[in-house]
């Protein structure tokens, strides 16, 4: 018989069961509720003060030990596992009878007293058992756990059942979330909702999602960026802002990218990608020491020290020791070519190379050359002025923005600039996209002239800072894939045959 075969007649089995409970008036889905007094974790911590006390626990059943006229069972809940001893004596032959039909996969709820077994183990002694849930398919056998990835991530509820490491994996998701949060709040940031539906694409360079509002019949888009919106807000007067959310992103997907992430924008008046670069450091290391207790982790078999200060160096002197061009030395475009054409980073650029510029091809330089080697927490600073039209320019060099992206296992996981706060150069540098975006750039930015209108009212000097959280967790919880750490992570369906 081969494994479908076998959970198909399993199920069956179980579909019949159920039938049996409900002709004997016992319908475990006609139970509302159920009076959960004590977790796993609880009993556990506490024994000496609840040993010989009664306690209600409620859980999944994981495994059963018979025993003839006791037996043992190993009940799940959502802080992990407790045993369980049941005798027939305790809870009467017909009760205990049908206590053995039960499978693996039922959702019980038990009464008893917290006792410790000759072997030592924490136990509940049960007085009384309720079945709450029936489960009419089959677990993963229990000695090959879940594994295939497939499987994992189209029914993460089975995954979390079966592979403990997965429930902590996001347990710890949920401290990290809770981390960064607390992290901003002690530094007077306040979280906001901006739209999610958009009538421009902008703020990052990113393909969006389209779809059509019925009511209105125009075409919206999907968000790429909350930046423009909370620059809105900075202008407003909040002066120190963020969000967390969904972005979404209508690209590739692999082990670091998904088409719907979380990411956190924070915009404060009154700095500049300096402090940005102070924030990021100080953040990630907070949440590693808040939920791992320290700030050295192992990611991938690779030892990363979070401590800040991270390493800091341009963008054109990381080009000069990887690629062993020095960028500061080429005087125009042409050269840049000619460059580029040497370097083989011409498939690496986003338009035709006629129509490059040098800050393009630095750019592409960079990306080929240099990113593999940035392994521990690196800031790369000072971008082109080409690939940056939201940033503000060096004042000793207007062709460089103040701008950074944060490295971290050869993975960028955060872009910060110093606001570019002048209209009319941030109109000039949203035609630029525009040129681009005729020349085949479909990443481009998407001009918002209410934004630039917003600029016109007056926004401080402000740095902002996007960080991907997703990307942050991966490390804080040695995952390898973006998926690992997305509960249901974007999935091509299945074809029906």
Not at 110 to 115: E, L, R, W
Not at 130 to 140: A, E, F, G, H, N
Not at 237 to 261: A, L, Q, S
Not at 454 to 472: A, H, K
Request: proline fraction near 3%.
């Amino acid at each position: 018989m081969t494994n479908d075969e076998m959970h198909l007649s399993e199920s069956k089995v179980r579909r019949e069961k159920l039938e049996q409970l409900k002709a004997s008036g016992r319908n475990p889905f006609e139970i509302l509720n159920y009076d959960q007094t004590h977790h796993s974790k609880n009993i556990k911590e506490n024994f000496a003060e609840l040993e010989g006390k009664d306690v209600s626990i409620a859980g999944r059943i994981m495994s059963f030990r018979d025993m003839g006229k006791a037996s043992f069972c190993d009940i799940q809940d959502r802080y992990g596992k407790i045993q369980a001893y049941t005798k027939q004596s305790e809870i009467g032959e017909e009760e205990y009878k049908l206590f053995k039909t039960y499978d693996v996969g039922d959702i019980v709820g038990m009464k008893g007293y917290v006792f410790k077994t000759k072997t030592g183990e924490i136990s509940v002694h049960v007085k009384q058992v309720i079945l709450l849930c029936k489960s009419l398919q089959p677990l993963p056998e229990k000695w090959h756990g879940l594994k295939d990835t497939e499987i994992r991530y189209r029914q993460r509820y089975i995954d979390l059942i079966v592979n403990e490491n997965v429930r902590e994996t996001f347990y710890k998701r949920t401290e990290i979330i809770k981390a960064v949060r607390e992290f901003l709040d002690k530094k007077d940031f306040i979280e906001v909702d901006t739209p999610i539906l958009a009538t421009i694409a902008s703020g990052a360079a990113a393909r969006p999602f389209v779809t059509h509002s019925n009511a209105l019949d125009i075409d919206l888009y999907l968000r790429i960026a909350t930046e423009l919106y909370l620059k809105r807000l900075i202008v407003g007067g909040f002066e120190r802002v963020y969000e967390m959310g969904k972005d979404f992103r209508n690209e590739g997907i692999d082990v670091r990218h998904n088409p719907e992430f979380t990411m956190i924008e924070l915009y404060q008046a009154y700095a500049d990608y300096n402090d940005m670069m102070k924030i990021t450091e100080d953040m990630v290391a907070y949440c590693a020491k808040k939920v791992l207790g320290t700030t050295k982790i192992n990611y991938q078999g690779t030892e990363l020290d979070l401590t800040p200060p991270w390493n800091r160096i341009t963008m054109v002197d990381a080009v000069k020791k990887y690629a062993g061009v020095d960028f500061n030395e080429i005087k125009s475009d042409e050269e840049a070519r000619e460059v580029a054409k040497k370097l083989k980073v011409v498939d690496e650029l986003k338009k035709k190379l006629a129509d490059c510029t040098k800050g393009d091809i630095l750019d592409a330089a960079f990306a080929v050359y240099v990113e593999e080697h940035l392994i521990q927490p690196t800031f790369i600073l000072d971008y082109p002025v080409e690939i940056s039209p939201l940033t503000k320019k060096k004042r000793d060099d207007p062709t460089m923005t103040e701008r950074f992206e944060a490295f971290i296992y050869a993975r960028e996981v955060a872009n910060a600039y110093s606001e570019l706060n002048d209209p009319i150069d941030q109109k000039e540098r949203f035609e630029q996209q525009a040129n681009d975006r005729e020349l085949g750039d479909d990443e481009a930015y998407a001009t918002d002239d209410d934004f630039v209108n917003s600029l016109e009212i007056g926004m401080p000097p402000t740095g902002g800072l996007g960080i991907g959280i997703d990307r942050i967790i991966m490390f804080l919880t040695d995952s390898y894939s973006i998926r690992d750490v997305i509960l249901f992570p974007t999935m091509k369906p299945i074809e029906k045959e």
